[in-house]
């Protein structure tokens, strides 16, 4: 190795790198990275080589891959060495691996094995340069478009002459297979190079497989309550993905509507983006494309850490052709298809035949009537073969939990040591931060008194029109929310919080505060734990609503007591026999009512609704605030219950 440049790293590998590294003859592994993608893949065995003293892990970046934004910051969070590429091609290592083929791979100097960083190899990409091989732009380079002027389907990517092959040889002296279908499709496409073919099984899925036990506790994660549905919105890169605008587009009308037409308390719906899309576009730039979705209860997922702890959680999939929707296929989880196109797909490759026959998503159908009977159908098939993976989990590995002991094994012998004794682990999922679902959007709440203190509640978030089905209507607002005259308007007000933050007051004092400030509320309400909230009613009367931790979001008990006060019952017959609410699958919820004011009723006169404003000033008294603009009357989502 030469004297190199400024910008070369001298220890633990350099021109004098023995005179300054304080372990120097290890064996050298090189992890060759592309973009995020194929660093998340690479990350996954990486702990293969745990504890092992005698192997010094090094990383370069290509450069080759248009997404380059994230790389970086990824490399240098993993601690290891990072090599400006040049250096790396100078570098004598005994292994490299990579997940990709961009790059001039062949250039480098020792043992190369390459892995696949999706559901093996199933994408059609057109030529490129084989000098400096693209694979993420999807388009031939200015050479392979001069050498094959109005060639046919594009090559497969990863199994095709195109992308294997470098001057009549094999780029890498090994390629992993997860399954043997993908070794008939290259010995079809590619013959020369099958001798490098080895079965080694698919690392992301088995960490996948062995994570499946903690399902519950990635749902509780992302704040998934008992009864609720996780709608797991999924979409790969590409103009033709389901969040492209290639195609017929229907992101814009599908956003609002997973909030809208969705029950806020039955369905949880939560985003995985490809990191494609988010690097490419910026993280930032995705926020802000999210941001309505995102104040009306949309989760969305880190792409690197939390999607397949989201995968796992999923109740329901609307996705595309990418390796998630698929992944999810694999594990039971019904998928519905928002972008179905698969001419960007091996038409031979499971991923293709999976596309073709997976159901639809109708745009402009109902959306709930589509997953629900989705659903419904996939739960049929699950009673009638319990405790059974569906078709697609045979295509994704052959060998399912096995792919730690045959990757290392395979790397060891490239290397030239034995290995450790230990046994090949990958590391376990990790458990993701909890998220508190931050529903700020204004709720439209529909809800219907069937008998004695019970009382049906379905809260929609931000709906353009006003929600379907029987029962008697208010809004709710979280005092955060975006549009400082909804909140004005609103019958409830509600924020999170703790009982201890200083920033707040008390509940007592915060409640009093915020119908002092909006006297057209009638309820004031911060949540202060998993189960519980404490309430203001207009008349002054302060109440705590307790039911079980966890089981719903206590603001909808605050929906439910306000339906109840509407009706001009009383919150003693609530306090004394307890509160009861449903909402859709979920609960019963018992609710206790318990006053936290020594002197009882919530109205003077014993007239507990919220509609009786006698002992206050308000819009129907000439001396009382005005709040202008308050639209009310028929069809008005502002018409006031009486």
Known sequence: MGEGRADWIRVPVGADSARWATRGRCKLVLFVVHNVTSATRLLDVLPLFRDDLRVQLLATWTGSSPFRAGVAELLAETGVPVLPWEQALELPVDLAISASFGGQLHALSGKLTVLSHGVGYNKRLATPDTGHRTPDT??????????????????????????????????????????????????????????????????????????????????????VRPGQ??????????????????????????????????????????????????????????????????????????????????????????????????????????????????????????????????????????????????????????????????????????????????????????????????????????????????????????????GTGEIEVSRYADPRSEPAGDGDAHTAVHEDTLDPDRRALADVIFRYGSADDPRYGTAEEWTAEVLSRHPYSELAALVTGPGGCTVRARSGALLRLSGPPAAADPAVYVSALYAWLAAGKTWEELAAGGMTVRTGRSGPHQVSVTPLTPDGPAHPGGKSGPGDQSDQSGPDDPGGPEVPGRPEGPGSPFTPLR
Do not use: K
């Not at 399954?179 to 099984?201: D, I, K, M, N, S």
């Not at 609002?256 to 037409?261: G, I, Q, W």
């Open 138 to 223: 999807g388009c031939p380079s200015p050479e392979a478009e001069r050498r094959t002027p109005g060639a046919g389907s594009p090559p497969v990517f990863g199994l095709s002459p195109d992308w294997l092959l470098a001057d009549g040889s094999p780029v890498a002296d090994a390629l992993v297979l997860s399954h043997p279908e993908q070794l008939e499709r290259l010995r079809a496409a590619c013959p020369e190079a099958v001798p490098t073919a080895v079965l080694a099984g698919d690392p992301c899925f088995d960490r996948i497989l062995a994570a499946l036990p903690y399902r519950e506790r990635f749902r509780r994660a992302l704040d």
């Open 229 to 450: 549905r996780l709608v797991l919105l999924n979409s790969t890169w590409n103009p033709d993905s389901l969040f492209g605008d290639g195609g017929e587009d229907i992101l814009p009308s599908l956003l609002p509507r997973l909030t809208a037409e969705l029950p806020a308390d039955e369905y949880r719906p939560a985003a995985v983006l490809h990191p494609n899309i988010w690097h490419g576009h910026g993280p930032g730039q995705i926020r802000v494309w999210l941001d309505r979705a995102r104040r009306g209860g949309l989760a969305l997922v880190d792409p690197l850490e939390g999607w397949r702890q989201a995968l796992i959680a999923a109740d329901v999939v609307i996705g595309d052709g990418g390796s998630v929707s698929y992944y999810a296929a694999a594990l039971g989880t019904p998928v519905l298809m928002g972008a179905a196109s698969a001419d960007g797909l091996d038409a031979r490759s499971p991923v293709a035949a999976f596309v073709r026959r997976a159901p639809r998503l109708v745009p402009h159908a109902p959306l709930r009537a589509q997953l629900d009977a989705l659903l419904d159908g996939a739960e049929r098939r699950r009673q009638r073969q319990p405790g059974t993976l569906p078709g697609p989990a045979e295509l994704v590995s052959s060998v399912p939990g096995e792919a730690a002991a045959l990757l290392r094994r395979h790397f060891y012998g490239f290397i030239g040591i034995p290995e450790p004794e230990e046994p090949a682990l990958l590391d376990p999922l990790p458990l993701p931060p909890y998220e508190r679902v931050a529903r700020t959007a204004p709720l439209r709440v529909v809800t219907r008194l069937l």
